[in-house]
């Protein structure tokens, strides 16, 4: 059996998963967004944990809700569209040409390419 596999949560607190391998009626939030859902302030049901490679051998770990008791994403008021969109509108914006560069500008260079290299 896999390290990580814990059903009934005896060992880790919560039920546990190896990666990919939850069972049906669990996803992770990002997952219940794609399905127009939200945990909608059920506590964590269960986790997934495995090795990244990429942290090189750090445990890992995605927690699941249920999608029986997720509930639909409220849509977005006029309001908060609005202050949406003027919000991302600030973050393409260079501060020194005061141009929409038509991508959100670099945080490392705070202006724009050209005006970042014009000189």
């Known amino acids: 059996m896999s390290r990580f596999y814990d059903p009934t949560g005896e060992r880790?607190?919560?039920?546990?998963?190896?990666?990919?391998l939850a069972p049906d009626g669990y996803a992770t939030r990002r997952q219940?967004?794609?399905?127009?859902?939200?945990?909608?302030?059920?506590?964590v049901a269960a986790q997934l944990m495995w090795h990244s490679r990429k942290t090189r051998g750090v445990v890992r770990v995605a927690y699941l809700y249920r999608t029986d008791r997720a509930l639909p994403v409220r849509p977005l008021t006029p309001g908060?569209?609005?202050?949406l969109a003027a919000a991302l509108r600030a973050r393409?914006?260079?501060?020194?040409?005061e141009r929409d560069?038509?991508?959100?500008?670099?945080?490392?260079?705070?202006?724009?390419?050209?005006?970042?290299?014009s000189a």
């Open 32 to 43: 219940l967004r794609a399905d127009g859902l939200r945990p909608g302030g059920q506590p």
């Open 92 to 97: 393409r914006t260079c501060p020194i040409c």
């Open 12 to 20: 880790y607190g919560l039920p546990t998963f190896p990666f990919r």
């Open 101 to 117: 560069a038509g991508y959100v500008l670099p945080a490392s260079l705070g202006t724009c390419v050209p005006c970042a290299y």
């Open 80 to 83: 908060k569209r609005a202050a």
